[in-house]
């Protein structure tokens, strides 16, 4: 009986330690080819090279099957009780290279405050959860297992405390852990680590840290360029938290951090959320905050699942009668909107759709002259022929290849006349028979041909006014000097003497 009683008290320990757990799955694993060069795995009858310098700890799998081992300079490797090297095992005909090496890369530290570093099994981290409950707490057992290289940088790192460390299957006292740092072991699993002190908890804290405000700093030097803008005015930042998120924030002091008060708050919010159907649009974290200066928190961050449209806002002031507590605070952000459209944007698209209109507008004036309201637009506007620059002597000359279909024999070389309402420009040509440069135009037939016809019957009645001039027959001289305007041939006779025949 006794002994099943010990049994369900260290299942009832197993299971909330298990709740409370930070894992560290290592990086590339041994057994993954993004561990080794060209992606290529040591074969039995490979030779495994490590880099020169190898700055960190690399736990060896249990079973081994390589050709031999080339070690760095500097560097360290774990091996466990029960692992197993086997060195010229039999050749793998699926298994072969030609140069008989395989080349590990080099291995790259993770910080310890970087919260990408650490995974919790389980639950699942949400976008708005704070950044310092991502890494591990104070009283929180720590995990590190796997065959990747074990590198952890402490940077900004004063105080290493939490609960348990397990590393590689064995568990690691506070004493033992002061003592592995301070070693040449110690300095490759662990950087920047001369003035850390260690300190482990087992359940005495309100909260994730013992002191969370003096950790912000070191933890969203990590994270900072990581966060995203938030799409709201007056964004809010929960305790804890390095970003600003788009959402309410409610938080109660409490003297008692206890998990019965926290679950008795977290279903009192849930029951109002699945009254209201909104547990697919609302999400919610309650946790407990605590702080030696301004005291322990039961904070509760409420925001939108997606696209925040202020429905969380909107759910808090509907039941603000249920959080008028005594030293409650509620924070809330703004309207959202779109932090990429800034002011100049919008001054450009406006101008942009003004610039379009005008130039329509111009396009149909130019080519609707008879509409009573585009009528009123200037007509140098939107006829580039009438464009002139007087103060620098220049003129804009029309494109002579139009020049056919105006009306220049109709209006005269006149603007009245024309129905387009310009100046005549003739088209110049040149004549190789005369030798002469003219003028030359195309009478459209499309325009009036009114001014046309009345010039030529003014021609016509003047010709007709003109006397006729009576002639007489041509003298005899110049009949003599026509005929003898005759070919001429030219023979030749004889070598001596040359002969014209006329």
Same mark, same amino acid.
């Given at each position: 009986m006794c002994l099943h009683w010990r049994w369900l008290i260290w299942a009832?320990?197993?299971? =909330?330690?298990?709740l409370a757990t930070k894992w560290y799955g290592g990086g590339m694993d041994f057994n993954d080819p993004s561990a080794w060069l060209d992606d290529h795995l040591?074969?039995? =009858?490979?030779?495994?090279?490590?880099?020169? %310098? %190898?700055?960190?700890?690399?736990?060896?799998?249990?079973?081994i099957s390589i050709d031999g081992l080339v070690f760095p300079r500097e560097g360290a490797i774990l091996l466990a009780e029960e692992s197993t090297i086997t060195f010229g095992s039999d050749k793998q005909p699926s298994c072969e290279s030609e140069e008989k090496k395989a080349y590990l890369k080099p291995p790259k530290s993770s910080k310890w405050f970087d919260p990408g570093t650490w995974t919790d099994k389980s639950k699942k981290f949400s976008t708005f959860t704070p950044e310092l409950e991502r890494i591990p707490c104070d009283d929180e057992q720590v995990i590190i297992k796997g065959h990747g290289p074990l590198s952890f940088d402490l940077e900004n790192v004063q105080y290493l405390r939490l609960g348990q460390l397990i590393l590689a299957g064995s568990s690691i006292s506070k004493t033992y852990l002061e003592q592995l740092i301070s070693r040449d072991l110690g300095q490759f699993l662990f950087y920047n680590a001369e003035y850390v002190q260690v300190e482990y908890y087992r359940g005495e804290l309100c909260g994730c840290h013992k002191d969370f405000e003096r950790l912000l700093e070191p933890v969203c030097h990590n994270v900072q360029e990581q966060c995203e803008t938030p799409h709201c005015l007056s964004p809010v930042r929960p305790?804890?938290?390095?970003?600003? &998120?788009?959402?309410? &924030?409610?938080?109660?002091?409490?003297?008692?951090? !206890?998990?019965? !008060?926290r679950k008795e708050f977290v279903a009192q919010i849930s029951n109002l959320i699945s009254q209201e159907s909104l547990k697919d649009q609302i999400g919610l974290h309650v946790d407990f905050v605590g702080s030696q200066q301004f005291g322990n928190f039961l904070q509760a961050v409420i925001t939108d699942r997606h696209k925040y449209s202020e429905r969380s806002l909107e759910f808090l002031q509907q039941n603000e009668h249920n959080w008028n507590k005594t030293g409650t605070t509620l924070k809330v952000s703004g309207r959202p909107y779109n932090p990429n459209v800034s002011f100049s944007s919008i001054v450009l698209i406006l101008f942009c759709m003004a610039l379009v209109g005008l130039v329509s507008v111009v396009i149909l004036a130019h080519f609707m002259p008879e509409n009573p309201y585009l009528n009123r637009i200037p007509q140098w506007i939107h006829d580039p022929r009438r464009w002139r620059w007087r103060h620098l002597g220049l003129r804009l000359r029309r494109n002579l290849l139009f020049n056919r279909f105006d009306n220049v024999g109709a209006g005269g070389g006149s603007s009245e006349g024309g129905a387009s309402g310009v100046d005549r420009l003739g088209i110049m040509a040149y004549d190789p028979e005369s030798g002469e440069v003219r003028e030359r135009a195309f009478d459209n037939p499309m325009f009036e041909q009114r001014g046309a016809l009345e010039e030529a019957a003014k021609e016509s009645q003047e010709q007709e006014e003109i006397p006729k001039m009576e002639t007489g027959d041509l003298d005899a001289t110049s009949v003599v000097d026509e005929q003898e305007l005759t070919e001429i041939n030219l023979e030749v006779c004889g070598v001596d003497t040359d002969e014209e025949t006329i």
């Open positions: 009832l320990v197993w299971l =909330q330690v298990a040591p074969c039995a =009858q490979d030779l495994v090279v490590f880099p020169e %310098y %190898y700055p960190a700890l690399l736990p060896l799998p249990e079973d305790l804890g938290s390095c970003c600003l &998120i788009c959402g309410a &924030i409610l938080s109660t002091p409490t003297s008692h951090c !206890t998990e019965g !008060t």
